[in-house]
């Protein structure tokens, strides 16, 4: 039987959405089925080597904007994020409770062969490099790209 | 002809997107789909038995996430909120033109035999437990059993 | 070869989401996919005639409802909206980097042949007519038509 796919378009940058497309991405490799992930706009905050505030980009905006993402440690839970805290309180509740945390899931996600895309357009409005991402990102690609490697499949927008 | 089959993800507890997520899965369970609607994370306070604050959970952390988060009652519209007046006045608004309100959907949604499940790990992480859940509620699980039970369908993340 | 299809739920009103469901809709067009777009809830804000804030709707409320949400030039960024100024700001840096404005987006949609429909119960909860929304708006619909119409294909909520 042919292995089952599935593609997410990892739009959001909150630490909450993060979680769930790693857990969802995570949850079906285990599974044996074939995953990937296409990282754009907010998402890219999620792979960007520096975890925290950098004046990554070309251009005054794109730096100011990257700047006030910032990167991994950055990302805000959408609700309740209490100027920020709530994802180091919600990662403490994890790992109380022996859930895998956001890191974890990123480590394991790579391990068990997940295919890292990031956005082309979405690199270019924002002036982020190739270079800027996590080495595990495989391809720059476009849309229609990632859409056509993913025709046979799921598709899920986080 | 296979029944088609829709699985939902419902992570939002936004009023409007929980709103949306029964209204897709009563339309489809009209027309005959097999439906299966996952609760995760804030998704799961639809399904509070306790529809107001309460401090839900083991763990300090968790009892106060809990409350704040609260139950259907205290469901945010994702924007215009006006600090929780705007989900009524939303009501209101369905109600005057015959519109099924959000509890009038759920109990729909039970009556076409639609299956509920939650997430087995943002249970864990939220302290909640199957009891503290609607009696509809008819199993706790994992990501990747749930992925292997929707694999044959559409999958929408809301 | 069947043509592959692509529909979506485009429910929310945010520029930054607007942009993402018109690229992935472009983009799936650009390969010849079918592609259907349901416009629901703040959704609806993306096609209104009126691109500014106006008393659209019947009843006070939704006046209300429609004027605070406005048109297409009201779409707030979901993030870092400084006000309202980001979505302008964000739109410069698209055209430095010769990226499709959201305007643009809008117009190759309608050439490439894309199904614009809208939703039937939102148009009556916000007292929205057909009338109110761009002319390439074909058929107003209620969900179970939109997922009978798009069941051979993919289905992304965003």
Redesign the interface.
Known sequence: MER?K?SI?C?S?DF??AL?AF??AT??A??N?EVKMFF???GLNVLKKKTGRAWIGS?V??KV?NF??GGKRNL?L???NFGGASPA??T???K????ATLDELIVAAKELGIDFVACE?AM????IKKDDLDDHVQNVV???T???AS?DG?????
């Open positions: 089952k599935l378009v739009f940058g909450d959405k769930a857990t969802l949850g079906a285990a599974v089925w754009t706009f907010w251009g905006l794109a904007f006030l993402m805000p959408s609700r309740l309180l919600m403490g509740m994890m109380k409770n022996n859930v357009m270019h409005i924002l002036g476009g849309v229609a990632f859409l056509d025709k799921h598709i899920i927008f986080i």
